[in-house]
């Protein structure tokens, strides 16, 4: 089974900018691994706020756009809020299966 | 408007099984690709499987250490969505998601806790 890996953990300055990084132990992410960004605040259930690499849902704030760069799949947060604050978790495709990655404490500070 | 409500969920002694129902509404289900997600109290997201549309040959795929034990199925007739979980053990204790196309909807979700 594939390995996805994020950042542990992450800090950003509120109305700063942070990238979000997510690797395969298979090689380089591609569009064919129909990434997605999952956000999960302390104590809610999760949601989606990419799919597919970079398609925001109706509830995605404009602040936060995925893409690939270098390989991985991104997830950038542009002017970064308190709110913001939260466990990010991406979520990889494969032939037959889908692997999450083990999340990036996103701190706001 | 998309909704998913996620049910069955127990109390179970080990090696005990368990069938995990989802109810869904407010998009084409039966053209769905439906998916089990589990989270474990204080740990990451773990993808349970998946299963296609009738259209794509209704089959389901497992994550590879849960096969044997785990099956997704779908009664598209009834908008339902199924996990039977068999021989549970004391790490299978978490909260239940069932997740519809695009991640569109995360629910509450169905506790499932095994223990003696």
């Known amino acids: 089974q594939a390995v996805v890996t994020q950042e542990p953990s992450l800090t950003v300055s509120p109305g700063g900018t942070v990238t979000l990084t997510c690797g395969s132990s298979t090689g380089a992410v591609t569009s064919g691994h129909y990434a997605y960004w999952i956000q999960q605040e302390p104590g809610q259930a999760p949601r989606t706020l990419i799919y597919?690499?970079?398609n925001k849902h109706s509830w995605t704030p404009a602040r936060f756009s995925g893409s690939l760069l270098g390989g991985k799949a991104v997830l950038t947060l542009s002017g970064a809020q308190r709110e913001d604050e939260a466990e990010y978790y991406c979520l990889l495709s494969y032939v037959g299966s889908r692997v999450f990655g083990g999340g990036t404490k996103l701190t706001v500070l | 408007e998309v909704h998913l409500v996620e049910s069955g969920g127990d109390l179970v002694k080990p090696g005990g099984s368990l069938r995990l129902s989802c109810a869904a509404s407010?998009?084409?289900?039966?053209?769905?690709?439906m998916n089990w997600v589990r989270q474990a109290p204080g740990k990451g997201l773990e993808w349970i499987g998946h299963i296609r549309s009738q259209t794509d040959g209704g089959t389901a795929d497992h994550a590879a250490p849960l096969k044997g034990r785990f099956a997704i199925s779908r009664d598209d007739s009834k908008n339902m969505l199924y996990l039977q979980m068999n021989s549970l053990k004391t790490d299978d204790t978490a909260v239940y998601y069932c997740?519809?196309?695009?991640?569109?909807?995360w629910g509450q979700g169905t506790l499932v806790t095994v223990s003696s």
């Open positions: 407010g998009f084409a289900f039966s053209n769905a690709w």
């Open positions: 997740i519809p196309p695009g991640g569109s909807y």
């Open positions: 597919d690499t970079n």
